[in-house]
């Protein structure tokens, strides 16, 4: 075997000491965030540097910041389950007042496991919370999830 060039040690060592990205994390983000955009009438902002999925102008679910941490976070409106939630050790009334409204926030540390069908089934309950009923009666309909609407291409070829 041959000695490696500076090339290639430079490229092994930050390699070697680069942060590992939380994989499990990562992935779970996503599948909240596609699961979010399936539901009717909703789409993606970024208000206060947040990612937000909104139905009809109204935040059912805040995903967090978008900065590189191996923290993850979600705030939801749970009116019917957050008495339980909240018994969870990882989960907080959301701040800035909306706790009292039934907004809870749940927090994951870079080795926590993310449960991510409970987190579903809770954005789920916060959408049924926000949106307007008409949307919620056709959300038990078969053809009432819709796949994330791609990215709008821009008016010019």
Do not use: C, H
Not at 45 to 53: A, H, K, M, S
Not at 146 to 157: F, G, H, Y
Request: charged share 25%; no cysteine.
């Amino acid at each position: 075997m041959g000695v490696p060039s500076k090339k290639a040690t430079k490229k092994a060592t930050q390699k070697a000491t680069q942060k590992p990205k939380n994989v499990k994390r990562a992935a779970a983000q996503a599948a909240l965030r596609t699961f979010a955009l399936s539901l009717p009438e909703t789409r993606e902002e970024f208000p206060w540097g947040d990612r937000v999925i909104k139905v009809k102008k109204k935040v059912f679910v805040f995903l967090g910041r978008q900065e590189t941490t191996d923290e993850f976070g979600l705030s939801v409106k749970l009116p019917s389950s957050g008495m339980m939630a909240l018994a969870l050790p990882f989960v907080e009334p959301t701040g800035y007042g909306l706790g009292k409204a039934g907004w809870v926030t749940a927090r994951f540390g870079a080795g926590d496991a993310i449960p991510v069908p409970m987190l579903r089934a809770w954005i789920d309950e916060s959408y049924r919370a926000v949106a307007p009923k008409k949307l919620v009666a056709a959300l038990d309909e078969p053809s009432a999830r819709r796949q994330p609407a791609a990215r709008p291409r821009s008016a010019t070829r």
